[in-house]
């Protein structure tokens, strides 16, 4: 129990001790000194012995208080300095002045911090030496598997992923969030995963792989969990060299919903065409055939098979006409396309003529998303510019995506004539140059379900247009449905498995997945009507922030947000008008903390705010929560300046102005200032989840107490 | 439209002999004069010799195309009364877009209903007749 008992406490205790010694030494003193003298010396021994142990015991605790200003708080203060110093902030300044009267103990402390400062500064030289190399690596393979037309997933064989690349954010984006560390079936449906990854390790344990084609490789086509889009690819077990055994696998893939609905589609067509048209032929080829060669048919007889007859040409007719309309509704053939913006595409051909003697191209209007496959439509237009100059001479075009009643076009358009549509059809018989295989101009219009013309436009000007397909997404400037670009991508330090490390609670602080999380809201009194109008997450896993990986939503309070509270946070009712209320986006907090440990600054206030709309949005968060108001006050007990802000200038933390006061921001700031406090929290002897708890709820009771007071 | 009161002359292009005679018989039925051409270029000597009020025309020609045809025409002022409905086996939008910018003033793909052929050709050959007075 002693050792729990903090140093001043210690000192102070020593001198209450001596305190209480004095009465007792003064009293038996002089009870020996009345027992030896013969009047009555009691009154005035008991009155000097009285006044003496008063004078002592005050002498006392005025030396015990300048004990503890000049040596018990120094000491503290001092120690505190060095452990965030080595555990936290290599930058943070010892408080050299409140250890003045600890005599060579401030200046040696000075002096053997700078030399550590030194020293790591010099080990911190040598390993950023020895990692940029590296790092120069890191960076290319980044930029490999962020530029990949393929998705990539590497997960553990607990199915936690520990690698992602941009594509496969974009193609798992709308199944749920994929995230570093989280199970990949939160995004995928299960069984394709467990069945293909049972028959690769049932391949390497047997050792037949060695002799597979595939080796350790098998086909996989899974969809998301809601079955919207199916997906093809590969998965490929990874086996570690040294311990001979899987550790890993990689997923490969591809999104295929469209191709695979096409096919669909296609084969159903080509099913009914076949089923459908039979009947009606059937009978118009027995009545075409009984007209022709019956020479003795009654008259009523002969008029009936003619009806017959144009009755089941209709028939036929009709049918045909409804599976065209069909057909060219499948919105994409089977030809590689992807939506494409017309400014890229336009630039690139424009470019092209950058050093044509006399050619001059300018790209004009609004950009587009179209969808095409841009290397043969940037082909085939330099074919047809070329074609123009050559017949026309006229040296100066404007190239643009434009947008008429029913579709988008591609448009050439120049001074002077349009084009003889015999000299165009020529044109677009030829091979195109530079496109895959041999095609020619019609066959790229053809997989583009388009054609070409050339027409008169006002001002003595003429173009050439070619229809193109609407994008199969919808763009607009900022896609709130689109994925985030992503800093971190990767985590191969999560590959031991997680699942084997026990009980939350027991685990070490820095090996548990957090979510830190910051509200914005309309005032400070959730009971009385304020809400929330902005929230706000960033995950920790492995020890590093992810901020790629951040929740960030505002929320439609449905209500004004007053004047005084906009000016902390920026937030005005322009900027919550048409965003999603709160019953919509605290599921998808919900769904975006899932079993993380959550952190906040002064947890309680945000937490007061989502229990409040516990009823409205049936969320109710059960994660264990810590409090870096708390956990502050517990490695900084010297000090009682605990607001975020005073936190994170000890550590050297930044808080960029434009940020803070945001919700993304100060959970971003939070964050950072938890990860120091780990640190310290350690060095202080608390490293599991279950200890940082109880430390802060001990705290918490004290507090209690003291307001009691 | 059985009554003879204005002989108005319909072009019935189409390189396939069957539709050719099946049009000619239909629109002589309902009382035009109907001349025949069994390819583009066909198609074009006979509207410059004699303008015809409406054109039926093919797509899919030898020599020259029903889109050739009808930028030949729009290009020659002097024949700015005849109307042109592009008879097609090319369903696409695109197609009857691409028919229209060319010159074209209806469409209608194969296989048609003679009916709708036969509505079509009255109401432009109406309006060639208000244009032309």
Known sequence: MHERWSLRARFAMFFALIAAAVPLVIGIALWLAATRMEDNPVPPLVLFGGAASFALIGIIAWVAQLFDTHVARPIVTVSRDLQTLMHANPEHEIHENEARYLGVLGPTVRQASEAMRQLRSDIDAKVEEATRSLERQRQRLETVLRDLNEGVVVCNLDHQVLLYNQRALQALYFGGDLGLGRSIFTVVNRPPFLNTLERLRNRFTSGRYKNHPDHLMAPIVFATPDGRYVLQGKMSLIVDEREKEPQSYTLTFSDATKQIASLATRDRLLHDALEEFRRPLANLRATAELLNQSSKMPEDTRKEFARITAEESKELSNRLTSLTEDYHSIATSLWPMSDVNSANLLSCLARRYRDHPVLRCDVSGEPRYLHCDSNTIIELMDRLIRGILEESGAQTYTLEASKGDKRRYLDITWSGDPIPASTLDSWLNEQIENGAGNMTGYDVLEHHRSDAWSERVEDGRSRLRIPMPDPVTEHTKQQSGAPPIRLEFYDFDLLPRLGDSGDLATRRLRDLTYVVFDTETTGLEPSNGDEMISIAGVRIVNGRVLTGESFDKLIDPGRTIPKASTLVHGISDEMVAGQPPVQDVLPRFRDYIGESVLVAHNAAFDLRFIELKEKQTGVKLDNPVLDTVLLSAIVHDHTDQHTLDAVAERFSIEIPEETRHTALGDSLATAHVFLKMVDLLEANGITTLAEALAASEKLVQIRRRQAEY | ?133
């Open chain 2, 1 to 133: 439209m059985n009554e003879r009161a204005d002989r108005k002359t319909v072009l019935v292009v189409d390189d396939e002999s069957n539709i050719r005679m099946a049009l000619q018989f239909l629109m002589e039925e309902q009382g035009y004069a109907v001349r025949c051409a069994s390819d583009g270029e066909e198609a074009v000597e006979e509207i410059k010799k004699s303008p015809p009020d409406v054109v039926l025309l093919d797509v899919k020609m030898p020599k020259r195309s029903g889109y050739e045809v009808c930028q030949a025409v729009r290009s020659d002022p002097n024949l700015d009364q005849v109307r042109i409905l592009v008879l097609s086996a090319l369903c696409q939008h695109v197609a009857i877009e691409k028919a229209t910018a060319m010159g074209a003033d209806g469409y209608l793909t194969k296989p048609f209903s003679t009916a709708d052929v036969v509505e079509k050709v009255r109401s432009l050959a109406a309006w060639s007749q208000q244009h032309h007075a």
